[in-house]
């Protein structure tokens, strides 16, 4: 049976401004066909399984022609494939999803259109520039400023001058000087209020905002580059008063999260909202043990605490007792301690309670309160990966404790955006990196391998890890308690000081 094509748009780059009916689109998709206008965190929710087809253009390499993009979807959909056309802002607004749904009709595939928040939009709302205002205007017109190579504009700059509205230009930053001219000769004032606004409404956007005669030397002289708009009117005024973006303490800072994909959320949502350009780099990933034989054999003798080290092994310890066809009720006798709140809340999932959770969330802290409330002799079952640091058994085994060290899972090195995050540190443009363990330190660095890593501040959580991060940062910082809250508020302080 044919699938069916479903257009969705992606926004203009960052993952909060794609709509869940979208990302809803995404996790159901068998193959996602995308253009290079879509943000990589995007791209990251495409599942795994999912064919992915790239049809974008880059600058200097030639695009996929459209006819063979409509092609490419209907034999993806005549696979029987779900499909997703994933296009940058809304779909249907400069990106030739009319023509894509033409085609589908024509071969009997059926479509669903998904629309997206357009740039056309969000750029302006991200540098404080209300694109229509009741004391400046009332209509806004968006207009593309793609001239074919060697071809003058064909835009009727005398209708639009009339028109006094706010004017939107899409694809113009090559034509900047052209439309710029074109406004001024049919009688536009040189002093209207204007703008050109970089990758809009991301971490990394830049604005130039300027009065229209001095526009293009402006922009020219910033450097700005595609993707960009142009936006002209006197709305633009005040894009300085209203601007609420380039504030934020993070604003154009890249910072890189290093935590495994399932944890990574809030401390990558934290930092956007303070502005941060955050590049999602998964260094590690966690690997279940199919070798149960471990855990049978330690639940053969009374234990008087469960520990567990990290979040991901209180899923590891479900997954591995359902593999001796048992549940966390094998654990009934046991109390149990946690690392640190994290692991607490992990827990509190399967509806238990920590019984311990140490004012320091690191193995020192752990075996430390352990200790103290354990009485000599008493035996402890650690749950945990097989890469488990060695100071929670070391501390309590000279406290006379009994220690039987279960691995559950693998933490494996593992991160698909090496080459990109090596080419980022390379040109300087990456601020902080953040780990919160010592096998992202190390996942990190296996990662990246010899890139140069001066200027780069390595923010860390826990001491264990800022001793790993030494071995390659000049600078690390360590943040003050081990959450994630603490280690925000470490990035902040620190990049906000460098430079
Ligand atoms: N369908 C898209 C537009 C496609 S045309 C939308 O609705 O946003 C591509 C043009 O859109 C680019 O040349 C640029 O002018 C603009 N554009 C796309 N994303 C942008 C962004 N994040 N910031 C500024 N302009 C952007």
């Given at each position: 049976m044919t699938g069916t094509v479903t257009l969705v748009g992606a926004g203009p780059g960052d993952k909060g401004l794609l709509t869940t009916a979208g990302a809803q689109a995404l996790a159901r998709a068998d193959a996602v066909v995308y253009d290079r206008l879509v943000g990589e965190d995007i791209l990251d929710l495409i599942p795994p399984q999912a064919e992915k087809v790239s049809v974008g253009k880059e600058n200097n390499h030639h695009p996929v022609p459209q006819h063979e993009i409509n092609d490419i979807l209907v034999r993806l959909a005549r696979e029987g494939k779900n499909v997703v056309r994933l296009k940058g802002g809304d779909c249907f607004l400069f990106g030739r999803g009319g023509e894509e749904c033409e085609h589908l009709l024509a071969n009997h595939v059926p479509f669903r259109v998904i629309p997206g928040v357009t740039s056309a939009l969000a750029a302006p709302a991200f540098a404080g520039i209300?694109?229509?205002h009741r004391d400046f205007t009332s209509s806004v017109h968006i207009i593309t400023a793609h001239a074919r190579a060697g071809k003058t504009l064909n835009i009727d700059f005398d209708s639009l001058v009339r028109l006094d509205g706010t004017l939107v230009f899409l694809m113009g930053l090559t034509a900047l000087e052209q439309v710029t001219d074109g406004l001024l000769r049919a009688g536009m004032s040189p002093e209207m209020p204007a703008a050109v606004i970089e990758n809009?409404?991301?971490?990394?956007q830049r604005k130039v905002v300027s009065v229209l005669s001095d526009l293009a030397a402006n922009v020219r002289a910033a450097g700005l580059q595609s993707p960009a708009l142009i936006i002209v009117g006197r709305v633009c005024s005040l894009s300085d008063a209203l601007?609420?973006?380039?504030?934020?303490?993070?604003?154009g800072k890249t910072v890189v999260v290093t935590r495994p994909r399932e944890r990574a959320g809030t401390l990558a949502d934290k930092l956007r909202v303070l502005g941060a350009n955050v590049i999602e780099a998964p260094c590690i990933e966690t690997a279940q043990r199919t070798d149960t034989q471990p855990l049978a054999d330690a639940l053969q003798q009374p234990h008087d605490w469960a520990v567990f080290t990290s979040p991901a092994g209180v899923p590891a310890a479900v997954h591995a007792l359902r593999g001796l066809g048992r549940d966390l009720r094998a654990l009934y006798s046991m109390k149990i301690a946690v690392i640190g709140k994290g692991t607490a809340a992990a827990l509190a999932a399967y509806g238990l309670t920590a019984d311990l959770v140490p004012t320091q969330y690191d193995g020192e802290h752990l075996a430390h309160a352990l200790v103290d409330v354990m009485p000599q002799g008493g035996s402890t079952l650690l749950l945990r990966a097989e890469q488990g640091g060695r100071i929670l058994p070391e501390k309590l085994a000279a406290a006379g404790i009994q220690v039987t060290d279960v691995p559950l899972y693998d933490t494996v090195h593992r991160c698909d955006k090496a080459d990109a995050l090596r080419g980022l540190l390379e040109s300087g443009k990456i601020d902080a990196v953040t780990f919160t363990s010592v096998s992202t330190v190390e996942g990190f660095a296996q990662a990246v391998g010899a890139a140069d890593y001066k200027g780069v501040t390595a923010c860390c959580i826990g001491a264990q890890t800022a001793d790993a991060a030494r071995k390659y940062f000049a600078n690390v910082k360590v943040s003050k308690n081990a959450t994630i809250d603490d280690l925000v508020a470490c990035i902040k302080e620190e990049i906000n000081n460098v430079q």
């Amino acid at each position: 049976m044919t699938g069916t094509v479903t257009l969705v748009g992606a926004g203009p780059g960052d993952k909060g401004l794609l709509t869940t009916a979208g990302a809803q689109a995404l996790a159901r998709a068998d193959a996602v066909v995308y253009d290079r206008l879509v943000g990589e965190d995007i791209l990251d929710l495409i599942p795994p399984q999912a064919e992915k087809v790239s049809v974008g253009k880059e600058n200097n390499h030639h695009p996929v022609p459209q006819h063979e993009i409509n092609d490419i979807l209907v034999r993806l959909a005549r696979e029987g494939k779900n499909v997703v056309r994933l296009k940058g802002g809304d779909c249907f607004l400069f990106g030739r999803g009319g023509e894509e749904c033409e085609h589908l009709l024509a071969n009997h595939v059926p479509f669903r259109v998904i629309p997206g928040v357009t740039s056309a939009l969000a750029a302006p709302a991200f540098a404080g520039i209300p694109v229509t205002h009741r004391d400046f205007t009332s209509s806004v017109h968006i207009i593309t400023a793609h001239a074919r190579a060697g071809k003058t504009l064909n835009i009727d700059f005398d209708s639009l001058v009339r028109l006094d509205g706010t004017l939107v230009f899409l694809m113009g930053l090559t034509a900047l000087e052209q439309v710029t001219d074109g406004l001024l000769r049919a009688g536009m004032s040189p002093e209207m209020p204007a703008a050109v606004i970089e990758n809009g409404a991301r971490g990394t956007q830049r604005k130039v905002v300027s009065v229209l005669s001095d526009l293009a030397a402006n922009v020219r002289a910033a450097g700005l580059q595609s993707p960009a708009l142009i936006i002209v009117g006197r709305v633009c005024s005040l894009s300085d008063a209203l601007d609420w973006f380039t504030p934020l303490p993070l604003h154009g800072k890249t910072v890189v999260v290093t935590r495994p994909r399932e944890r990574a959320g809030t401390l990558a949502d934290k930092l956007r909202v303070l502005g941060a350009n955050v590049i999602e780099a998964p260094c590690i990933e966690t690997a279940q043990r199919t070798d149960t034989q471990p855990l049978a054999d330690a639940l053969q003798q009374p234990h008087d605490w469960a520990v567990f080290t990290s979040p991901a092994g209180v899923p590891a310890a479900v997954h591995a007792l359902r593999g001796l066809g048992r549940d966390l009720r094998a654990l009934y006798s046991m109390k149990i301690a946690v690392i640190g709140k994290g692991t607490a809340a992990a827990l509190a999932a399967y509806g238990l309670t920590a019984d311990l959770v140490p004012t320091q969330y690191d193995g020192e802290h752990l075996a430390h309160a352990l200790v103290d409330v354990m009485p000599q002799g008493g035996s402890t079952l650690l749950l945990r990966a097989e890469q488990g640091g060695r100071i929670l058994p070391e501390k309590l085994a000279a406290a006379g404790i009994q220690v039987t060290d279960v691995p559950l899972y693998d933490t494996v090195h593992r991160c698909d955006k090496a080459d990109a995050l090596r080419g980022l540190l390379e040109s300087g443009k990456i601020d902080a990196v953040t780990f919160t363990s010592v096998s992202t330190v190390e996942g990190f660095a296996q990662a990246v391998g010899a890139a140069d890593y001066k200027g780069v501040t390595a923010c860390c959580i826990g001491a264990q890890t800022a001793d790993a991060a030494r071995k390659y940062f000049a600078n690390v910082k360590v943040s003050k308690n081990a959450t994630i809250d603490d280690l925000v508020a470490c990035i902040k302080e620190e990049i906000n000081n460098v430079q």
